[in-house]
């Protein structure tokens, strides 16, 4: 029995599910027509000839085709070859088939049958739906190549992968065609799918490949992702993005099928993403307990080992470059008081402190493991928890003061340099003595004498019920999800805020983290290793097939984990929020970092040197509305944010200044947000317009007409500020978000398109593109009227002289919900929508 188990297992093991199988280990002939044929239509060119791959493997003198062409029910044509009504249909020796129309006035559709024989005996049987082709429009679709594939290759029924092979992508781009779109826009991941191993070091390569194969290779976690049928989890998507990885004839077989399908590629990137640290970390130790590193499987090799120069850095680390070190040095926690709060009798032996590299992480959850001959295994967590726990360091040394409103002061403290974390636990936890504001309001306070901020604190609960285990870091759950601190966060203050507002210590642990010193969520375009690492991407990418431009986008998920908010009370801690019900605007963590090179900056120059503490607080806490509206001015109060947007915007500039000179004949596109005075022109104009139903918009309704997806402003905004001048980059137009009304989309538009006649300074001359943000409306509860109001705002886009193409994000949404033939015809002169087709 133990041997049929550890069989399944191996079955249904992730390698041996979406590994390419051999023709004998599929039980087929050498050759055979290609399983997905069927599901896309093929669409001829009126007037024209068009080819595309059939037949999988190679055709001998053995094999027969024949073909059988009819129309609803009646017999057109039939034999090895057709010839009728201007057609000429065949199959060539390549096992391709080619369709010619001789009039560019055909229109018909038609059933063709292809029979496959060896010997003549019929071995397989194909019945292919044909179509006219569609004009080509002047529309790209975007593709975030992850859910491309997982709707390539995902099988719904089984829960399982389906085999990776061309065919499989030859069937996408037919989709394409069917659609008359024959540009896609790739984005092929913050490590891309299509990768050449020689782009890095070579001992980051090896250490990121035995961490991915470490987690592919996982007995334990594949029996829990595959022994059951169930909703797919976040590491079987994200392990099959691994295999591809460490399967580079994959993507060349993505790059050949489009090439053979006549569509174009852009190697699109994003320059703000990195890590998916909101979403994928994995903790790694050694056999003694002691943290290594978080694993970044989304990561490059580079950023995940050299992030000291390719990420963003804390800002302590400017103020240490400055010489003012002790400027963010953290001597002094407060608990500050709430209303409910009362003095207690404490002393320090109430509370013990640990300086740690490592959060608080569910036992039942899977880490990494290197052992002495430097292999990694995925383990269980509680398997080595106690030699983590051992490498916990207790502070000493520091003194304790009971304020009369009640808040508990902490002095004294002598955090070891690098430690990313402090701990604070209960030096009696069964007392309940200690009392602490369930929100967290946590002061603190460096060396120099200055407030010090921008960190995150949170509960991590005893583990003594499954939900109290959410409140403490999964690196990959043992349901094969992800918990990472913001979802842990998110997840303590949901918890702690159902119960009253002081809340015992008891056995829980008060986590507070102060970010490590390099973040590689972001990367620094001012450093030249992240520039070399990006044109080395590209560089890959673009000698595959089809592939012959660059766009550089600003979508990103840097949003990271954050306990501070801002809103109508200022700054407090998420929890006061939520306590309150009240709306705030989340401050993360990743805000409290910038390039390296911001501290050379003029305006930030001084406030790192300074002794003053209102000056040196302005980059170490987090002043009211910073992150509120656009900081585009040099004016502004908020000097961190906009030189940190103005170190991004140089960043930018001397990345496609790298790019212009390695692809000199490549068209190289960027995304470009509106500059804030869009936004101040629109929300001012926006009162005055009258709303068709009854009144007037407010300024509020600019949410609408502006990306929310592919722009986090909080890092992105940077772009807004990006100088062209000397420079060829075509600039792209980031434009609408869902369906806004026409009388606001028309101001946007009229607005956004005047303040970028400019063009940045670009030696660029032309219309230019439109990013529109749409996706969502494809899944409206009244699809008839979103779609009549999104083919409204498509067709009056393309009637500018300055728009020449609607780009539409994201791609699986649109090639997969809209109909699967012409669903674009909304553009042709007789106006027939989608909707009343």
């Known amino acids: 029995m133990r041997i049929a188990t550890e069989l399944v297992l191996k079955l249904i093991c992730l390698l041996l599910l979406i590994a390419p199988a051999t023709n004998a280990e599929a039980g087929k002939p050498a050759v055979w027509l290609s399983e997905r044929n069927t599901e896309a239509p093929f669409c001829y060119r009126a007037g024209g000839q068009r080819t595309w791959p059939l037949i999988s493997g190679k055709l001998t003198a053995n094999n027969q085709i024949l073909l059988k062409a009819e129309q609803k029910g009646e017999l057109l044509a039939e034999g090895p070859q057709l010839d009728f009504e201007g057609y000429t249909i065949s199959v060539s020796t390549d096992g391709s088939l080619h369709i010619i129309s001789a009039d560019t006035a055909d229109k018909d559709s038609f ?157 699109t990137f994003r320059p703000f993403e990195q890590g998916l640290m909101k979403y994928l970390v994995v903790p790694a130790f050694d056999e003694q307990g002691a943290f290594l590193w978080n694993f970044l499987p989304y990561a490059t090799p580079t950023a995940n080992f050299s992030p000291e120069t390719t990420a963003f850095a804390h800002y302590r680390r400017l103020f240490e470059a400055a010489g003012n070190a002790d400027k963010t040095e953290v001597v002094s926690l407060t608990f500050e008081s709430v209303p409910e709060s009362k003095p207690q009798e404490l002393t320090k032996d109430d509370l013990k402190i640990f300086a740690t590299d490592a959060p608080p992480i569910a036992n039942d959850s899977f880490v990494l493991v290197r052992n002495a001959k430097g292999e990694f295994q995925l383990q269980i967590y509680a398997t080595i928890a106690e030699r983590v726990t051992a490498q916990l360091r207790e502070l000493k040394g520091w003194t304790l003061n009971v304020l009369k409103d009640g808040a508990i002061q902490i002095d004294g403290l002598q955090r070891p340099q690098g430690s990313r974390y402090l701990v604070i636990e209960s030096g009696s936890p069964f007392s309940g003595k200690v009392q602490l504001p369930a929100e967290l309001p946590i002061s603190a306070h460096a060396k120099a004498g200055n407030r010090v901020g921008r960190f995150n604190a949170y509960w991590a609960l005893e583990e003594t019920s ?203 596109r960027a995304v470009i947000p509106p500059r804030a005075a869009v936004k101040q022109q629109v929300t001012a104009a926006l009162p005055g317009l009258k709303h068709p139903e009854e009144g007037h918009y407010d300024a509020s309704y600019y949410r609408y007409l502006t990306s929310g997806l592919n722009q986090i402003p909080s890092i992105t905004e940077g772009t807004a500020l990006l100088d062209l001048r000397g420079l060829r980059v075509e600039p792209v137009l980031l434009g609408f978000r869902l369906l806004p009304d026409s009388g606001p989309a028309k101001l946007q538009r009229e607005t956004y398109l005047a303040d970028q006649s400019d063009n940045h300074g670009s030696t660029y001359r032309g219309a230019k593109s439109f990013f529109y943000e749409a996706q969502e409306s494809l899944r409206a509860r009244d699809k008839t009227v979103a779609t009549r109001r999104r083919e409204e705002i498509i067709d009056e886009l393309l009637k500018q002289e300055s728009i020449k193409e609607v780009i539409l994000y994201e791609a699986a949404d649109w090639i997969y919900y809209l109909p699967a033939y012409d669903p674009h015809r909304y553009l042709d002169s007789d106006k027939i929508t989608s909707a009343e087709k």
């Not at 460490?246 to 190697?267: K, R």
């Not at 431009?549 to 700054?571: F, P, Q």
């Open 111 to 267: 059933q063709l049958t292809v029979i496959l024989k060896q010997r003549e005996k019929i071995v397989q049987r194909q019945t292919l739906q044909v179509y006219p082709a569609p004009p080509d429009r002047p529309i790209s679709y975007l593709s975030d190549q992850l859910d491309d594939l997982i709707r390539i290759f995902w099988d719904n029924e089984t829960s399982q992968w389906k085999p990776v092979d061309k065919s499989a992508f030859d069937q996408y781009f037919r989709r394409l065609q069917a659609h008359g779109v024959s540009r896609l826009i790739v984005w092929l991941g913050a490590y891309p799918v299509i990768e050449n191993p020689d782009n890095y070091r070579a001992a980051d390569w090896d250490l990121y490949t035995k961490q991915a194969r470490a987690i592919l290779n996982s007995e334990a976690l594949n029996r829990v992702m595959y022994g059951r049928r169930g909703h797919r989890v976040a590491y079987q998507w994200h392990g099959f993005i691994m295999q591809f990885r460490l399967h580079p004839e994959w993507g060349n077989w993505y790059a050949q099928s489009a090439a053979d399908h006549g569509i174009s590629l852009t190697a």
């Open 466 to 668: 499954s939900e109290n285990a959410t409140t403490r870091i999964a690196g990959i759950t043992p349901a094969g999800g992800y918990r990472t601190d913001f979802q842990t966060i998110e997840n303590s203050f949901r918890i702690v805020g159902k119960g009253p507002a002081l809340r015992p210590l008891g056995q829980d642990q008060i986590v507070i983290d102060f970010g490590p010193d390099w973040l590689p969520e972001i990367m620094d375009l001012n450093q030249s290793a992240t520039r070399t690492m990006f044109v080395k991407q590209l560089q890959t990418i673009l000698q595959q097939p089809a592939f012959d431009e660059i766009m550089l986008n600003t979508r990103s998920h840097t949003h990271l984990a954050g306990t501070s908010g801002d809103g109508e009370s200022g700054v407090q801690t998420t929890g006061h929020y939520r306590r309150k019900g009240k709306s705030f605007r989340r401050l993360t963590l990743d805000r409290a970092y910038a390039p390296d090179s911001a501290a050379q900056l003029d305006a930030l120059q001084p406030l790192l040197k300074s002794d003053d503490p209102k000056l040196v607080e302005k980059i170490t806490t987090w002043p009211a509305g910073e992150w509120t509206e656009t900081c585009q001015s040099p004016d502004t109060e908020y000097v961190w944010r906009y030189n940190r947007n103005v170190a991004v915007s140089k960043g930018l500039r001397a990345l496609l200044q790298d790019l212009e000179n390695t692809f000199p004949e490549t068209r190289i």
